[in-house]
């Protein structure tokens, strides 16, 4: 297990965990983003500084799937923006790890999420911002593919391929359900790269789960700058890396009761982490 695999089966864990301590949240879809946000967080692909959140030389991150907040919050805990022990603490009374990311609460937190199909907007008019201004840095932003059912995730995408926003990178999560079930079935939103390539943008397709690729994947998008935004077409499992998560629509917004939990937790190796 290489150094980013160890990160982002710790950062599982934690999520379940969490979870599971709430007694809500959304495991399924912080499950399938979690080696997205590692390849982000720590394989170089964005630059960023936990001592100085609001760094200006730092690219942005913008969680439109707010709901998988954990995923988020587990990352920026593991990278030194709040101590790891507040995971715990999601969802409770005066936390400030609420049930979607509140970016007055939380350094790390760009912008409150939520609402889906709202973040692609908000990517994109920071990324309009800083071409204004004439600076380089890079705003990459994580989708839902149930998310791309919105229509203003294309009034988005079009808006950007307009002004030839190549300082954007949008990252799909396609792991192809849904709080309703598969995507195909609620509304299909059929080959969302080819929508993408028709509506002006540059597209990347890559296995979510494979770190190396994505931080590939992600380092040439960045680099890319050709006249276009780019969009990284990220195929994932839901649930990934819990057995009985995997592909469940069931486990959109499901916490785990202390049985499924132990079950989860051996899924993920936690017995082998304590002894490492």
Same mark, same amino acid.
């Given at each position: ?17 969490m ?16 080696d ?32 998988a ?6 990352a ?40 889906l ?6 990517? $994109? +008019? ?14 990459? *932003?994580? =989708? !839902?593919?149930? #998310? ?33 079930g ?14 993408f ?15 190396p690729?994505?931080v590939e ?31 469940? $629509? +069931? ?12 079950a989860?937790? *051996?899924? =993920? !190796?936690?017995? #082998?982490?304590?002894?490492?």
């Amino acid at each position: 297990m290489t150094e980013l695999e160890r990160r982002a089966r710790d950062m599982r864990v934690d999520i379940v965990r969490m979870i599971a301590e709430a007694g809500s949240g959304h495991p399924g879809g912080s499950l399938s983003c979690v080696d997205i946000l590692c390849a982000l967080y720590f394989g170089g692909a964005m630059e960023h500084d936990p001592q100085n959140p609001r760094w200006e030389g730092r690219d942005r991150f913008i969680l439109a799937k707010g709901h998988a907040a954990p995923a988020l919050y587990a990352a920026l805990a593991h990278a030194g923006y709040f101590p790891r022990e507040e995971l715990m603490t999601l969802r409770k009374l005066g936390s400030r790890l609420q049930g979607h990311p509140d970016s007055n609460q939380l350094p790390g937190v760009e912008v409150s999420t939520g609402s889906l199909g709202q973040g692609l907007s908000i990517a $994109a +008019g920071a990324a309009a911002g800083l071409a204004l201004d004439g600076k380089p840095q890079t705003v990459f *932003a994580l =989708l !839902g593919d149930g #998310e791309c059912q919105e229509g203003q995730v294309w009034e988005a995408a079009m808006f950007a391929a307009h002004r030839g926003l190549d300082n954007l990178v949008a990252i799909v999560d396609r792991n192809h359900l849904q709080i309703d079930g598969d995507t195909a079935d609620v509304c299909d939103p059929g080959d969302v790269g080819a929508k993408f390539a028709a509506f002006g943008w540059s597209v990347r397709e890559v296995d979510g789960h494979d770190i190396p690729a994505l931080v590939e994947a992600l380092r040439a998008a960045k680099a890319e700058r050709v006249g276009k935004p780019c969009v990284l077409v990220a195929h994932t499992v839901k649930g990934k890396g819990v057995s009985f998560m995997e592909g469940q $629509a +069931g486990w959109h917004g499901k916490a785990p009761n202390a049985e499924q939990l132990a079950a989860a937790l *051996a899924d =993920l !190796g936690a017995a #082998e982490k304590k002894g490492e």
